[in-house]
């Protein structure tokens, strides 16, 4: 009996979220890049960099595939292979709190920040009208745009909800994720709601952060948390604010390193600029 032949797959090089690399390998290379990047801006930052090894760390990057590889890695992650985005768990507190019910009022005006994919809410386009944004857009339907250099006064109270889903992390000085949380605020209607993902060691594991140092320091920009969702062992923090009043006669409280706890810890911080 002859034997019957496998068919060949082809091999092709696809954006699809069901990607050979896995969980694992996806991580390190999100971890890696963020390692890089905070060395990177320490170099340039300092007086006197050392040319040779800045040069040994844009190499690397480049190796690692730059800006591009970690949006692919990231995009993966959001597959519904891999559980989906965490787009999911706003969309989930938004209809909790019956705002889809808000026809006679409009759409919600969404700014999704670090987007990766154009379409994360196609399934409330009829009650949110999501503006996807990020550094480098991989779609004609992303914004490319650095959220640090938006002209505040033109997008003062215009947003009535800004998603900051692995957004903070990624920034390597921490007095720009500082930054990033005030100009959210000042970007958001009055009552406008701020919806912030980390991974959770961020504040878990943080020698510089806890859940409490934040939510203080959010109530001191004046954040209101509405909803918390994390898990023991999980890899994920989520919260969802709304926008109030700030107790601004605190705001220098926050704008130096504070050692919240001892021992083997990671040095995640939020600085106020």
């Known amino acids: 009996m002859p034997r019957?032949?496998?068919?060949?797959?082809?091999?092709?090089?696809?954006?699809?979220?069901?990607?050979?690399?896995?969980?694992?390998?996806s991580r390190t290379v999100i971890r890696r890049?963020?390692?890089l990047l905070k060395k990177q801006r320490q170099l340039k930052n300092a007086?006197?960099?050392?040319?040779?090894?800045?040069?040994?760390?844009?190499?690397?990057?480049?190796?690692?595939?730059?800006?591009?590889?970690?949006?692919?890695?990231?995009?993966?992650?959001?597959?519904n292979d891999r559980g989906g985005g965490s787009e999911k768990v706003l969309i989930q507190w938004l209809i909790h709190m019956e705002l889809r019910k808000r026809e006679a009022k409009g759409k919600l005006r969404l700014l999704e920040v670090g987007a990766l994919k154009p379409d994360n809410y196609r399934t409330c386009m009829s009650w949110i009208d999501t503006t996807p944004m990020d550094l480098r857009s991989r779609h004609p339907s992303i914004v490319e745009q650095d959220f640090l250099l938006m002209d505040e006064d033109e997008n003062r109270g215009?947003?009535?909800?800004?998603?900051?889903?692995?957004?903070?992390?990624?920034?390597?000085?921490?007095?720009?994720?500082?930054?990033?949380?005030?100009?959210?605020?000042?970007?958001?209607?009055?009552?406008?709601?701020?919806?912030?993902?980390?991974?959770?060691?961020?504040v878990e594991n943080s020698r510089y952060l806890t859940f409490d140092t934040l939510q203080?320091?959010?109530?001191?920009?004046?954040?209101?948390?509405?909803?918390?969702?994390?898990?023991k062992g999980g890899k994920m923090a989520y919260w969802l604010y709304r926008k109030s009043e700030g107790d601004h006669k605190t705001l220098h409280e926050y704008r130096k390193k504070t050692v919240c706890r001892q021992g083997d810890r990671n040095n995640f911080a939020i600085l106020l600029p």
């Open 47 to 79: 007086s006197s960099a050392n040319a040779e090894v800045l040069g040994e760390i844009e190499h690397e990057i480049d190796e690692l595939g730059g800006l591009a590889a970690y949006q692919r890695m990231s995009s993966i992650g959001q597959g």
């Open 158 to 202: 215009k947003w009535d909800i800004i998603s900051l889903s692995l957004v903070v992390n990624f920034v390597p000085d921490p007095r720009d994720r500082g930054r990033m949380l005030c100009l959210a605020h000042s970007m958001l209607t009055p009552d406008g709601l701020l919806f912030l993902a980390l991974p959770l060691p961020c």
């Open 4 to 25: 019957t032949r496998k068919k060949k797959i082809p091999i092709t090089n696809t954006d699809k979220a069901s990607s050979s690399s896995t969980p694992t390998s």
């Open 216 to 231: 203080s320091l959010m109530d001191v920009l004046g954040f209101t948390e509405v909803q918390r969702k994390w898990k």
């Open 33 to 35: 890049f963020h390692v």
